[in-house]
């Protein structure tokens, strides 16, 4: 048997009418940029996260940048995050003149440990970037306290968790802004570039929707320096569409994620931790299934010859990067980071993956075990 880690073309053979159908209407409308199916798809994924605004952007990457940018941060200022998430968070801080300065994990959710962010605040220190990792939800209580104590803004890097919910209340309105992906992979995914900034605050989303279209208030009259991050109106079109499947598609997610903790829970394996509750009020949705194995290189090839398709996320902390050198880390800063980046392997988890598929990956790996 041969399994992909990831395999859009089925998303789109069992929705192919609906996609055909919205992508016709976009041409025969003639509208592809700022035009109504945007204005619809912000509304609709405002009122999904009941949050009073959403503002459609060119990618998550920029959706980050766009957000720091609104905040005035940049240049001599200091942005606390994590380096276990990906590049596009880093060099999104580093593209608007901000220093990325990291904070180590917590070794059971693999998220920002929010007891030691405090130790890296100072002057310069004007935002907290937690990333909800592989759609696992940060400690936002935590954060939020320190955020306030010390009078820092928070921007939730929500690339990864589209519908995770924390104590009640959906990621990415906790802080003052946050910034979200849909990059075709994630569990909400365009069929290209997307992204998204959504924030409570009115003004904070104003300047966002200038900043977006080159500063524009009236055509061609820019009231401030503004950049080109647009989403476009086939993308708007089709991510409308999929919100919809959303729940839906979060819920397989976190049904495959019950069977592989099921069917592995006697191997070494460390898992994922489920973090369901009668009231579903605090789960991940489970945009990657990272397992830690001891034995991580011995299992990848294993995996590979059985024909199962295994990632890596994220092979080499940012703060051991070439390109972020300039940084002055050093293996040994991050301990728990550089730890579990050592370990983590990534098994397929998508909406589409079969049952089949499902007892075949569990098999081959307890066989690997035994």
């Excluded at 720091?68 to 606390?80: N, Q, S």
């Excluded at 400690?139 to 104590?149: R, V, Y």
Aim: with cysteine.
């Amino acid at each position: 048997m041969k399994i992909p880690f990831g395999d859009l073309s089925r998303q789109y053979k069992k929705y192919k009418n609906e996609f055909d159908s919205i992508i016709t209407s976009v041409f025969e409308k003639g509208s592809f940029i700022l035009g109504e199916n945007l204005s619809d798809f912000e509304k609709n994924f405002a009122g999904y996260l009941e949050i009073k605004n959403a503002i459609g952007v060119a990618n998550g990457t920029e959706a980050i940048f766009l957000a720091l940018k609104a905040l005035d941060i940049g240049e001599g200022d200091e942005v606390i995050t994590v380096a276990n998430t990906a590049v596009p968070t880093i060099s999104a801080i580093d593209g608007a003149g901000a220093k990325p300065v990291f904070v180590d994990i917590l070794e059971n959710s693999y998220n920002i440990n929010p007891h030691l962010i405090e130790d890296k605040i100072n002057q310069k220190t004007k935002a907290i970037i937690p990333v909800h990792l592989y759609g696992n939800p940060c400690e936002m209580d935590s954060i939020m306290q320190t955020a306030n104590k010390y009078g820092l803004k928070v921007i939730e890097d929500c690339a990864q968790a589209h519908g995770a919910k924390y104590k009640g209340k959906k990621v990415g309105t906790f802080g003052d802004i946050a910034a979200f992906s849909f990059y075709p992979s994630k569990n909400l995914g365009a069929n290209g570039d997307g992204g998204m900034v959504v924030t409570d605050d009115d003004e904070l989303a104003e300047k966002v929707r200038l900043l977006r279209n080159y500063g524009f208030k009236d055509r061609y009259n820019s009231t401030l320096r503004g950049y080109n991050s647009r989403l476009d109106e086939i993308q708007a079109a089709l991510l409308n569409f999929k919100l919809t499947r959303l729940d839906e598609w979060n819920m397989a997610r976190i049904k495959i994620a019950q069977k592989y903790i099921n069917g592995l829970k006697d191997t070494p394996l460390i898992l994922p931790e489920l973090n369901l509750n009668n009231n579903f009020d605090n789960f991940s949705v489970f945009h990657l299934f990272v397992i830690r194995s001891k034995e991580r290189s011995k299992l990848i090839g294993y995996l590979l010859k059985e024909g199962i398709a295994v990632l890596i996320h994220y092979p080499v902390p940012i703060h051991l990067q070439p390109a972020y050198n300039f940084l002055g880390y050093r293996a040994g800063d991050l301990p728990v980071t550089e730890k579990i980046s050592q370990e983590i392997l990534s098994i397929p988890v998508y909406p589409e993956l079969e049952d089949k598929e499902i007892d075949y990956i569990i098999d081959r790996i307890k066989k690997f075990y035994s």
